[in-house]
Each structure stands twice: as structure tokens, then as C-alpha cells.
């Protein structure tokens, strides 16, 4: 009787939902599962910011509807954030807009800005998510191609110029999920003059942008000369202060780009809880030593991981940031049989590359988001299926 619409049937299918599913069925047959398939941060909220939240619930007028576009203060300090990481002024009323859940800005921006039939150029593996957002918005695709010869950064002289020449919009993520590759400098100005020669705006998701390994600080798209002309970056509290579940992040950057984000939010949400965004101020305002410890542990996490994964034989992409590693299949198999391979005769759950576009083909995606003994019992397991 209430049939999908057909933007709602045009949707990719939830990849996560279909790998919950095989993990849960393993199980339930009673096996002892790995799952090192998702990217749930295990770390829980430093307290100092749970504290915030407990104690600006109790405070009158929190539980009010927000004010339209988020807490002034919010955007200040999330100005302030920038200024101080990564040396980037913004104009906390025009260039910040506070979202719930950096997903939320992704997702909704094709529909702020494009009309159906502009092209998107997304990024091949990427994030599954901004697939939904273009269909959402109706508008095509085209995939640009990460290619570990260019350390996952794709090359703009490979893109079709008829296709260039028609694409509105682009969507960049480093630290990149799934391949954990980190984006340089020069990559970073390649992308603003490629930009501003063919007029497409830029997303750079930023979800990671704490998590850089090596004594290496990821790069802000932003701090880029002329960033702020051709785009915005959005920054999550999911991933660097273990807020997942809280559905916080704000974008920040091109004016236009965030009006078009507000205006649209004006009509979906007030804006998130008042308590929630008190102690997301908390957050930014810290000394941040609650990240570069969350940072140590990720870093040693992969470290371990590489050194048991090379130990039978499995050698890893060096990836420079984010909490996967990104792991190459043996041959003989796709990555979703090796996935499922892994799962049936081992119980270990990994994310196979191909359910982040047929550019993750050949690798599986490896969520370090676990304690050590459990990841190295994993390549122990999968040792003994004698692939490598
Ligand atoms: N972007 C990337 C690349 C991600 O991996 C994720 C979450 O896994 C998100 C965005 C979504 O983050 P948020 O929790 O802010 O919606």
C-alpha cells in the first residue's frame, strides 16, 4: 500500500546492514567471532566531556528546542579549533554549520546545491555514504579512481574532460576510510586549481583528520590557499573523542556552501541538543590530550597489526592515518569470497573492498577497533587457512 518512492528504491543497498547480517548469523551458530569489519570506535567518551553533557542536561532552558543553526558558541569555538590545529580563520557565523553527525552535512549537501542531472565525482573505494546522497539528489555519478600507485589520491589528468567539464561537485576524504591513506600539500593545491579551472565544488570529508600516525598531523583541506573559494570540509566528534553514538560534527569553510546547509537544516531540524553541544565546546576547548592518547593507541594498535599480519605473510598498505588497515586478498579470490572465506573458516569479520565501490577490489578493509591479544589471534587463525 505505501510503496517506495522511487528516489527511496534508487538508494544503494546499506552495504553494513548485509555484513551485520552474515557476522550475526555466524554467531548465532555459536562461533567465537573476530569482528574486525566495522568502524565503531571501542574507546569510550573521555569523561571529562560526559561530565559536561551530565551536568549541562540539568541546566534550565537545555531541554528547549535549540536555537535555529546551532549554539553561537559552538561556532566560535569550532572557529577557535581551527585556528589553533590548523592556523585556518573562519567566520563563525557564514563558514561554520553544525550538524548531527558529519554524515548528516554528506548526505544533505547534493541535495543544498545540484538539481537532478549534474554530475557528482566521487571517490573509488570511498565512503558508501555519499553514493546516498547523490541518489537522493538525483544526480549522476562519476567514480574517480584511488589508485595505490598514487598512495590512494586520485590523478585529475585520468578523469574523461567531457565528464570533468559537466561535474559540479567532487567529494576527497583523507585520512581515507577504507584505505587509511593520507593526503599531501600538493595533492591538496592540485585539487583547488583543478577546482577553480572547471568550477566544481569541493567536499573534503575530514572525519579522520586527528588520527595521523608516523609524528604526522593530517593536513585541513582548508589550510590549502584558496580552499575556502571552491569548498568546505566537514569534522566529526565521532572518531577523535568517541562521540559516535552522540551524532555531532559541524562543516566549515565555503560561505555559499554552508548557507545552502542551513537553509536546508532550517526545514529537517532545529538543531542538536542544547546539553550536546555545551559539551561538544567542552571537547574542542580541551587540550586535547584525550585525542593524542586515543592517537598513541591506534598507531600502536597498527603497528602490532602489521607486525602480525607480515608474520604470516600478509603484507599491508603502509596507510598513515584513520584506524583500518587495508589489507590485500590472496590470489584466486574476490575480495567479498576471501571475506566470506575468512568468516566461515576462521570467524573473523573483515569488510570486503568491493562494498566501498569496485575500486576497493583486491583488498579487504581491517577495523583495528579492538584490544591487540584479539587482532593478533585473528592473523593466527587465518595462518592456518595456509593462503599466504
Ligand atoms: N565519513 C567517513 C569517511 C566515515 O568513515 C564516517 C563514519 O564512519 C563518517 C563520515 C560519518 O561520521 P559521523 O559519525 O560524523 O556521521
Not at 181 to 205: C, K, L, S
Not at 347 to 368: I, K, Q, S, Y
Request: aromatic share 12%; hydrophobic share 40%.
Amino acid at each position: 500500500k505505501f510503496a517506495e518512492s522511487n528516489v527511496l528504491q534508487g538508494l544503494p543497498k546499506q552495504f553494513f546492514a548485509n555484513l551485520v547480517k552474515k557476522v550475526n548469523a555466524k554467531i548465532a551458530t555459536g562461533a567465537d567471532v573476530i569482528n574486525l569489519g566495522q568502524g565503531n570506535p571501542d574507546q569510550p567518551t573521555p569523561d571529562f566531556i560526559v561530565k559536561a553533557m551530565q551536568e549541562q542536561t540539568a541546566v534550565p532552558n537545555n531541554h528547549k528546542y535549540s536555537q535555529f543553526r546551532g549554539d553561537p558558541a559552538l561556532k566560535r569555538a569550532a572557529a577557535d579549533f581551527y585556528k589553533r590545529e590548523y592556523g585556518v580563520e573562519l567566520n563563525p557565523d557564514k563558514e561554520i554549520a553544525i550538524l548531527g553527525g558529519s554524515k548528516i552535512g554528506l548526505v544533505e549537501l547534493p541535495f543544498a546545491i545540484l538539481n537532478p542531472g549534474d554530475t557528482m565525482l566521487l571517490p573509488d573505494p570511498g565512503y558508501p555514504d555519499y553514493l546516498s546522497g547523490a541518489a537522493l539528489a538525483q544526480v549522476d555519478l562519476s567514480l574517480m579512481r584511488l589508485k595505490e600507485k598514487n598512495n590512494f589520491m586520485p590523478d585529475y589528468h585520468d578523469l574523461d574532460p567531457q565528464i570533468v567539464k559537466k561535474a559540479k561537485l567532487m567529494y576527497l576524504n583523507y585520512p581515507n576510510n577504507p584505505t587509511g591513506a593520507v593526503a599531501t600539500p600538493d595533492f591538496f593545491e592540485r585539487t583547488v586549481a583543478f577546482a577553480n579551472q572547471n568550477q566544481i565544488g569541493v567536499v573534503h570529508d575530514f572525519a579522520y583528520g586527528a588520527i595521523g600516525f608516523d609524528g604526522k598531523k593530517p593536513i585541513s583541506f582548508l589550510q590549502t590557499p584558496g580552499a575556502k573559494e571552491v569548498g568546505i570540509e566537514t569534522y566529526t566528534f565521532s572518531k577523535s573523542y568517541n562521540m559516535a553514538g552522540w551524532r555531532i560534527g559541524f562543516a566549515a569553510g565555503n560561505a555559499d556552501m554552508i548557507e545552502a546547509i542551513n537553509l536546508l537544516q532550517d526545514h529537517l531540524f532545529v538543531s542538536v541538543f542544547p546539553a550536546m553541544q555545551k559539551a561538544a565546546i567542552t571537547a574542542l576547548n580541551s587540550d586535547q590530550h584525550t585525542v593524542r592518547d586515543l592517537v598513541a593507541l591506534y598507531e600502536k594498535r597498527r603497528n602490532q597489526f602489521f607486525t602480525a599480519a607480515r608474520s604470516i605473510g600478509w603484507e599491508p598498505y603502509r596507510s598513515g592515518g584513520s584506524f583500518y588497515a587495508w589489507m590485500p586478498v590472496p590470489e584466486g579470490y574476490t575480495s567479498e569470497s576471501f571475506a566470506d572465506l575468512l568468516l566461515e573458516k576462521a570467524a573473523v569479520a573483515v569488510a570486503p573492498g568491493n562494498g566501498f565501490g569496485d575500486g576497493g577490489e583486491g583488498f579487504v578493509r581491517v577495523g583495528l577497533l579492538i584490544d591487540e591479544p584479539r587482532f593478533t589471534e585473528a592473523c593466527q587463525r587465518i595462518k592456518k587457512l595456509g593462503l599466504f
